[in-house]
């Protein structure tokens, strides 16, 4: 059975950092392409980050030079460093495996979210 579950998230002021991971069990993270999704209230789910064939990455715009997506292959976990966060960034962000599509927000697994606030 796959399962993705995302923890991390929390209330930090402007200029913060927080470091969401997403535990996967079901399948390798390195077996698929990895994203972290994210979404604001009224507004569209979003792609953050892609991780894919355990080593290509790709950002949004807007969050370039200032999040990071890795893997660890020991725990099968994927996270996703956020630093020099802005209120912009308040959302609840969710885990996807099986990406089709990140700038669709596009993918066949999906995390529960965690909630990341940020007060400026």
């Known amino acids: 059975q796959v399962q993705l579950v995302e923890s991390g998230g929390g209330s930090v002021q402007a200029g913060g950092s927080l470091t969401l991971a997403c535990v996967v069990s079901?399948?390798?993270?390195?077996?698929?392409?990895m994203g972290w999704f994210r979404q604001a209230p009224g507004k569209k789910r979003e792609g953050v980050a892609l991780?894919?064939?355990?080593?290509?990455?790709y950002y949004a715009d807007s969050v370039k030079g200032r999040f990071t997506i890795s893997q660890d292959i020991a725990d099968n976990t994927v996270n996703l460093q956020m630093s020099r966060l802005n209120p912009e960034d308040t959302a609840m962000y969710y885990c996807?495996?099986?990406?089709?599509?990140?700038?669709?927000?596009?993918?066949?697994?999906w995390g529960q979210g965690t909630q990341v606030t940020v007060s400026s």
């Open positions: 996807a495996a099986d990406v089709r599509s990140i700038t669709t927000a596009k993918a066949n697994y």
């Open positions: 079901g399948f390798r993270t390195s077996s698929t392409s």
């Open positions: 991780l894919s064939d355990g080593r290509h990455t």
